[in-house]
Structures are given as C-alpha cells and as structure tokens.
C-alpha cells in the first residue's frame, strides 16, 4: 500500500470516528430506547442537531446505564419540570436568533391559566409536551405537527373535550365541537388558512379567555372595519353598560354564526318586540340590502343573455362586482345599527345594477338591426361582385 493510500485511509477512519462521537448520544441512548430514538430522529431538533443529553442531561457516550444515568441526568417524568427544561434553549437569544422564534414564550406561558396552574401544582393543565409533542417535535407549519392549524382544535380537545376534567374546571367540554360547527372552524378545515383557529383569539402560550370588555378587540384583530362600525353604532355603549358580551351575544363564542340579511330581524327579536323601534329598523335595513341584491342579479342574468348574444360584457361584470362589493360593506355597516351609512353603500350598489341594464337594453334592443344591416351590405356587395365576374366572363366570351 502506498503511502498516499495509507493517508486517505487515514482520513476516512478520522472522519468516521469523529462522526461516531458527534452521533454518540442518540445512538447509545437509542440502544434502551429505540422507540424514542425513531421518534426524535423524526422530529425538527435531531434535523437541527439537538440531541438527548440537551434535554434529560447524562452521560450521552456511555452504554452503562448507570454511567449514563450520572451527574444531572434528568428523566423529566415531572411534568412541572418540562417548562422550566424547554426554556433553556427556548429563552436563550443566541440559540434563537437564527430561526427567528421568540425568546419571551416561556415568560408568557407563566402568565397563562395553564401556566398558572402548574406553578400552583395542579399537573392536569398543559405543558409543552402536552401541545408540541415529546420527543417527535415537529415544525409548527408542518401538516403533521399537532400545532399546525388545521390540527390545533384536535389537540386543545385532548384536555377540552373531556367532560370529567373540564367539570373540575366549570368549562364546558363542547367547545370545540362547537368551534368546528362555527364558520371558522369550518373555513379552517374547508383549506382556508387565514381563518382563526384556537390560539388566534385565546393566545398561543400565554393561552387565556378573553376579558368580558375585550371580546370586541379580539375579533377585532381580523374583523377592524366591523368592529369600527360597532363601536360608532348605539349597540357598544348599551352592551358595555350591561354587562354582556358584545359580538359573542349575537354571533356567539366559539360556534360562529354568520348571518344572511334576512337573519337580522330574526337575531334583533332576541333582545328587542316585534313592534319596538328596533324591529322596524332592522326590517328597513334588511330591505335596503334586499333591493340592492335584487338589482345587481337582474343585471347578472342580463350580462350572461348578452354574452349569449357575443355581446361585450367585460365591463359590466366588473361593474357588478362592484356593486357586490358594496353589499358587503353595507353588511358590516349594519353594526353601526343606522340607516344612513347603509343606505349610502346599498344605493350605489342599486344604482350600478340599474345602470347596467339600461345600458344592457339599449344595447340588445339596436342589435337585430345592426345585425340585418350588415347582412343587407353584405349582400349587396357580394351581388355587385357576383355581376362584375359574370360581366368580366361575358366579355372574354363575346372576343
């Protein structure tokens, strides 16, 4: 062998020792522990090299039990300890900075009802592991990770939804079952990422229920234009002074409703008589946006006659949406509980339908004459050219 190849051999062995050592504290532990060891190679922090000995301590290179149970090793069985253990990387800038992540959660989750909990010693409410997962910790935004949205309902139920631990609580266990009824937890689970799951109105580690005065600024973390419109209608003030939830009293908790316009009468008769003031009102404002839908589908089912006609109609689909647009506006207008500002965006919206098909008519009523108009013209030139090929014929036939 030469000296070169004794070199390279030599480089080869060094490199596989050197990986064996950086690799020693998952495989030794992995010997008593396969089934761990699977699921933590599965996981985000063995792909970012954080291995066994970060978390339980010990002495990760020994294959003796004894010797690799010595020292500070920690089984981590105490579920009061498993915060505590998760921020010493988690709470550390350094360690953190390079993936960008918080470094304040840990200080957070003690401020939470779970958090709380625990420190008083009750070991029932959740800690990290009870969320994220033990030893297969996986990326929030994986589809696989209990955290990821679509799958947040799922894992708050695991402790929510059971009725025995919840009655010590006085919560009910149907929350979530009623989340996934509402239109949020239906968007969510239709593919609709945007939509609010259970950390997006309660928090994610500083997990708590909102404040009875606090209800309208958590919906209206997504829904701003609507909870202007609420605080500028008679509705804030009255619930404030009252005591009762605001958007929650009509829209509910976590079973979201959202209603039709035909609804709004029905959701007013709740709190107000069919003959009060109120009533009237709602029916007023139910009918400003009726007529407005009203206008803008006639105008729709005479845009597709004329695009059946090959009509340019580009334009007028545009308009509608326009005017749809409107509609909806005056939807979240109808919290300011007046007429005015309704009225405003449904007369626009009424007035785009109503503009489209006149224009729609008078375009329709003018195309059959066009249309035998150029048809005459047509003729007429092809019966002029006709008689000049024939005049053309005649005279080479005549020489």
């Known amino acids: 062998m030469t000296l070169v190849h004794r070199f390279f051999g030599l480089i080869v062995v060094v490199a596989f020792l050197a990986a064996s050592v950086a690799a020693a ?51 981590l069985d105490d579920r009061g300890m498993v915060p505590q253990s998760c921020s010493e990387c988690h709470s550390n800038l350094e360690l953190m900075r390079p993936y960008n992540l918080p470094v304040d959660q840990y200080a957070v989750y003690t401020t939470s009802q779970h958090g709380r909990r625990v420190a008083a010693g009750d070991l029932r409410a959740a800690v990290c592991t009870d969320c994220h997962g033990v030893h297969q910790i996986r990326d929030t935004e994986d589809p696989r990770s209990p955290t990821h949205p679509r799958n947040l309902a799922s894992t708050c139920g695991e402790c929510h939804s059971d009725a025995d631990l919840m009655s010590d609580f006085d919560l ?16 969510l689970e239709g593919g609709n990422q945007a939509a609010p799951d259970c950390t997006s109105c309660h928090g994610t580690h500083g997990s708590a229920p909102p404040g009875l005065s606090d209800v309208d600024k ?15 209608g008679r509705h804030h003030e009255a619930m ?35 003959e009060s003031e109120a009533a009237q009102l709602s029916e007023k404002l139910y009918t400003l946006i009726e007529k407005a839908e009203e206008s803008l589908d006639r105008a729709a089912e005479l845009v597709a006659e004329g695009e059946r006609r090959a009509l340019e109609v580009e334009d007028y689909k545009s308009r509608i949406e326009e005017g749809r647009t409107y509609v909806t506006e005056a ?5 300011t509980v007046a007429v005015e500002p309704v009225a405003d965006v449904t007369n626009r919206a009424q007035a785009l339908g109503e503009e ?15 249309v035998g108009l ?3 013209w047509f003729y007429v030139v092809l019966t002029a050219i006709v008689l000049v090929n024939l005049k053309k014929q005649s005279a080479g036939g005549s020489s």
Do not use: N, W
């Not at 908790?253 to 709740?270: L, N, T, Y």
């Not at 939807?331 to 919290?335: A, D, M, R, Y």
């Not at 489209?356 to 066009?370: G, I, N, Q, S």
């Open 172 to 187: 009910s266990p149907e929350i979530v079952a009623e989340y996934s009824r509402g239109v949020h937890g239906l968007a």
């Open 25 to 75: 504290d998952v495989e030794a532990c992995g010997l008593c522990h396969p089934e761990q060891r699977v699921e933590h190679e599965a996981g985000i922090h063995a792909a970012e090299g954080v291995a066994c000995t970060d978390c339980h301590r010990g002495d990760g290179q020994s294959r003796d039990t004894d010797r690799a149970h010595r020292g500070q090793f920690r089984a």
């Open 374 to 376: 150029a048809l005459f």
């Open 356 to 370: 489209v098909r006149h224009e729609l008519y008078a375009k329709m009523d003018t195309t059959p004459a066009r």
């Open 218 to 232: 958590v919906c209206g973390a997504c829904h701003q234009r609507t909870r202007r419109a609420f605080i500028e």
């Open 240 to 274: 404030r002074a009252a005591g009762v939830p605001e958007c929650a009293s009509c829209h509910d908790q976590h079973e979201v409703i959202s209603f039709e316009p035909e609804a709004v009468g029905v959701v007013c008769a709740e709190c107000h008589s069919e």
């Open 331 to 335: 939807l979240t207008l109808v919290h």
